[in-house]
Every structure is written in structure tokens, then in C-alpha cells.
T-cell receptor, first 114, second 115 residues
């Protein structure tokens, strides 16, 4: 199975709140999990990424939590700001497959309201 | 360092025509991948090229093809365009290997509208 399931589809958060987006995967060969942020009219931009040998990675206000046994990972955006309003995609890659193919979730449209 | 450059940014084609999209990867990157993005299907992998060889291919019909040149620049071609081919076509590049070998960078895409 190559699917990556992402939820919720859309999310509205007040300024200063915490935004949480969840993803689940089935392919245990996946070994690289990036999150991408996409603004309207732009290509996806790499936000943060994690490998399954760590349970958490933090970069500024963005944190990835990873649960290998549950095959789930999530993105937490602390102190959410209106400028964070964008669509967020989780993705996964099987590095052992010898390819740079990313399998993406369907995306979460985040709206941060003042 | 320049990012991934895609041309043209916008184009309108008629059903039955063909289209060629171009991608210049980040300097030094040897892997180039292509993705199709639509509201309904999200981001779907088309194919990946490395050192002028197709390394992997997604589940798309043979009308979708690509190639990579010796300077790592890549083109993708869609023949006999259908209305459903209207999408944002994204190119991504990666250095392939090393500490940042997994990092994949996207261009801003080429918006294709088929009428």
C-alpha cells in the first residue's frame, strides 16, 4: 500500500492557537516524512522533515511528532499566525526503492483567523 | 542559489494538441521528478529522471512522457491533450545522496488549461 492519509481536510484556528494536522501511512518501508507548505499560485515548499529513528523534531514554531508503531505522524504549528494560512501536505518516501518518488496526503487547508 | 525553474508558467491548449513543459533543476541536483496537482486527486507522481534515465514512473497513460538532458534539465510532454489534463504540473529536484539527499525542492509549476 502506498497511501498516506491526511486529516483534517480543512482547519480553522484562531491567531495564537495550535494547529494540528495528522497523517497515517501503511507502507512500513517509508523512511522519510516531509511536510510541505503551499500558498495559492505557488509550488509546495519544504517546511520540515523527519526520519523514523526520532520521535519528534522541532524547528521554530513547527514540530513533527512521529509514532512508528502506530504508523502516524503529525505537524503541530504553535502560536499560529495569519501568515501560516496555506495548504499543508504530508508526504512519505521509500528511500530503499532507489527513487525520489514522494507519496502525498490530500492536503489540509489551514486558515488562521485574527 | 537559484531554485527550480519551470517554463512556461501558464498556458492554454486545445483538446488534441500536445504540450511540452520545461524544468531546470537546482544547480548540482541530478534527480528531477514531475508531479501533477489537481483539486480532486492532489499531488500525483508522474515520473523521475536521474542521469538522463527514467528511474521510476507513476500510474499515468503513455500520453505522458519525459526526458532529461545531460545538464539535468528536464522536459515533460503530454500528447493528445484531454480536458482532464488541466492541472498544475510541478517539477522537483533533489541532490541525490549525501546528508541532504532526501531533500526534494519544488518549482512553482506550470499551469496547464485544456479547452
Amino acid at each position: 500500500q502506498q497511501q498516506v492519509k491526511q486529516s483534517p481536510q480543512s482547519l480553522i484556528v484562531q491567531k495564537g492557537g495550535i494547529s494540528i494536522i495528522n497523517c497515517a501511512y501503511e507502507n512500513t518501508a517509508f523512511d522519510y516524512f516531509p511536510w510541505y507548505q503551499q500558498f495559492p499560485g505557488k509550488g509546495p515548499a519544504l517546511l520540515i522533515a523527519i526520519r523514523p529513528d526520532v520521535s519528534e523534531k522541532k524547528e521554530g514554531r513547527f514540530t513533527i511528532s512521529f509514532n512508528k508503531s502506530a504508523k502516524q505522524f503529525s505537524l503541530h504549528i504553535m502560536d499560529s499566525q495569519p501568515g501560516d494560512s496555506a495548504t499543508y501536505f504530508c508526504a512519505a518516501r521509500d528511500s530503499g526503492a532507489g527513487s525520489y518518488q514522494l507519496t502525498f496526503g490530500k492536503g489540509t487547508k489551514l486558515s488562521v483567523i485574527p | 542559489k537559484a531554485g527550480v525553474t519551470q517554463t512556461p508558467r501558464y498556458l492554454i491548449k486545445t483538446r488534441g494538441q500536445q504540450v511540452t513543459l520545461s524544468c531546470s533543476p537546482i544547480s548540482g541536483h541530478r534527480s528531477v521528478s514531475w508531479y501533477q496537482q489537481t483539486p480532486g486527486q492532489g499531488l500525483q507522481f508522474l515520473f523521475e529522471y536521474f542521469s538522463e534515465t527514467q528511474r521510476n514512473k507513476g500510474n499515468f497513460p503513455g500520453r505522458f512522457s519525459g526526458r532529461q538532458f545531460s545538464n539535468s534539465r528536464s522536459e515533460m510532454n503530454v500528447s493528445t491533450l484531454e480536458l482532464g489534463d488541466s492541472a498544475l504540473y510541478l517539477c522537483a529536484s533533489s541532490p541525490d545522496g549525501g546528508a541532504y539527499g532526501n531533500t526534494i525542492y519544488f518549482g512553482e509549476g506550470s499551469w496547464l488549461t485544456v479547452v
